[in-house]
């Protein structure tokens, strides 16, 4: 009995390690954000001022979706492959009479590359705005 036991605890020993030793699955490359809580009129006009931000992010090589952020929603504006390395990016939000122009821009190693649309907002408040890329890896 003892001898069985033995093997049995020497099987169930054996099986755990090698399942630690595979480590967990690989897990989807997290989606990167350039966005900001800022103070946002609904009724935006040509008279106020101009909002950017910019940061250096390093990149894989691959494929992303890369669009825009308004509120808790990210918003598809198109896809694109990219060199692996450090680009610039940065994000801008241009007032306008009664809606915003925004534009995004990345430059790096690959062709600089830009997005834009116009955006609106339903109320006076602070909103998350931005831009983001998500790797389809």
């Not at 952020?69 to 990016?89: F, H, K, M």
């Not at 790096?108 to 389809?136: E, K, M, Q």
Request: glycine share 8%; aromatic share 14%.
């Amino acid at each position: 009995m003892l001898k069985r036991t033995r093997a049995f605890l020497a099987v169930v020993v054996t099986a755990t390690a090698a399942l630690l030793a595979l480590g967990s699955p690989a897990q989807a490359a997290q989606t990167a954000y350039l966005d900001k809580i800022q103070w946002i009129s609904a009724s935006p006009n040509d008279s106020m001022a101009r909002s950017c931000q910019t940061r250096s992010i390093t990149l894989a090589s691959g494929r992303y979706a890369w669009g825009t952020v308004r509120g808790s929603e990210n918003i598809w504006l198109r896809d694109i492959t990219l060199a692996a390395g450090t680009y610039t990016w940065q994000a801008c939000l241009d007032p306008g009479n009664g809606i915003y122009y925004f534009t995004s821009v990345l430059d790096g190693p690959s062709v600089p590359a830009t997005i834009n649309t116009y955006i609106g907002f339903a109320v006076d408040g602070h909103w998350n705005w931005g831009s983001y890329l998500d790797p389809y890896f």
